[in-house]
């Protein structure tokens, strides 16, 4: 059974960091790239950063730049982003999506920036 496990989310203050953890089972980590979204309330879901299967090729939407950093440990089966600077904007539900042959997506982490 394929499993994508996000953790980590909670309510931080603005200028905050956060670090959220997605374990993935049930499929072959190391082959996926794997990547994190989000969804504001009321708005669509969003790519925010992405890394290939060996961690290289790391990318990031604009928006976060500078601020988030995505990694991944494929001994542990697991993927972070670390957030700091974390702004209002940032308020969204989290999740983790896995990329190969098919694709599976995480249940969600909800993040809140607010003072």
């Known amino acids: 059974q394929v499993q994508l496990v996000e953790s980590g989310g909670g309510l931080v203050q603005p200028g905050g960091s956060l670090r959220l953890s997605c374990a993935g089972s049930?499929?072959?980590?190391?082959?996926?790239?794997m990547s994190w979204y989000r969804q504001a309330a009321g708005k669509e879901r969003e790519l925010v950063a992405a890394i290939g299967s060996v961690g290289d090729r790391r990318s990031y939407a604009d928006s976060v730049k500078g601020r988030f950093t995505i990694s991944r440990d494929n001994a542990k089966n697991t993927m972070w982003l670390q957030m700091n600077s974390l702004k209002p904007e940032d308020t969204a539900v989290y999740y983790c999506?896995?990329?190969?042959?098919?694709?599976?997506w995480g249940q969600g982490t909800q993040v809140t920036v607010s003072a």
């Open positions: 999506k896995a990329t190969g042959w098919d694709s599976y």
């Open positions: 049930g499929f072959t980590f190391r082959s996926y790239g």
